[in-house]
């Protein structure tokens, strides 16, 4: 009996342990996966707050502002540079939201002499963004790595870069929110239809 006994406290001590493990676990899991996640952001700030930005490639430079409608409060995209002119919400918001969203896949600790290795030399786009507090952010796209399914990319880099940096593997959706023809950074226009003029109403025989 007393070996019965003992059994039974044993068994009851390993399912409260293991209960107690379970809470545990249940608690500190989820933080450990936000902590995970916010780690891997590229940036912290939400879309919303981008006032202006910058796209630089090789062949031009971008320029948009957020303007707000006076009446109802709504805001809407114009470009600027180029040419001054409303921006397509659509490629607007594509970009804006990578850039809100967007993670790193990894990591690399890199030195300055590796800097043309990635295509940070020599950048397929940069992107700088304002923030509602004047806060400035920007993301260097440098290569697609080795995979095609990231490019390498430097995210607030120090002016002159350091001899030491850190580089990034960021989706390959970022080249296709930056490498854009002009045309599609503007709004499209309407088509234009010819009001037709109603015919005239025949005139009733005269007998």
Do not use: C
Request: glycine fraction near 4%; aromatic fraction near 8%; charged fraction near 25%.
């Amino acid at each position: 009996m007393k070996l019965q006994k003992n059994t039974l406290v044993l068994i009851a001590f390993a399912l409260s342990l293991a209960g107690a493990v379970s809470i545990i676990e249940f608690q500190v899991a989820p933080k450990q996966e936000a902590a995970k996640e916010a780690q891997q952001k590229i940036f912290t700030f939400k879309a919303d707050r981008i006032q202006y930005f910058t796209i630089k490639t090789p062949e031009n430079i971008l320029t948009f502002e957020r303007v707000y409608d006076t009446k109802g409060g709504k805001s809407s995209w114009e470009m600027k540079v180029p040419t001054t002119s409303p921006a397509s919400q659509a490629s607007v918001d594509f970009l804006l939201d990578r850039l809100a969203t967007g993670k790193s896949d990894r990591t690399i600790n890199a030195t300055s002499d590796r800097i043309s290795e990635f295509g940070l030399d020599k950048p397929q786009a940069t992107v700088t963004v304002k923030l509602d507090n004047q806060e400035t952010h920007r993301l260097v796209l440098g290569k697609t790595d080795f995979s095609g399914r990231f490019l390498y990319a430097l995210a607030n880099p120090s002016e002159p870069l350091g001899q030491n940096f850190s580089v990034l593997l960021v989706p390959f959706d970022f080249k296709n929110a930056t490498q854009r023809p002009l045309s599609e950074w503007k709004k499209a226009e309407e088509p234009k239809t010819d009001k037709q003029k109603p015919s005239p109403a025949p005139s009733p025989d005269r007998q």
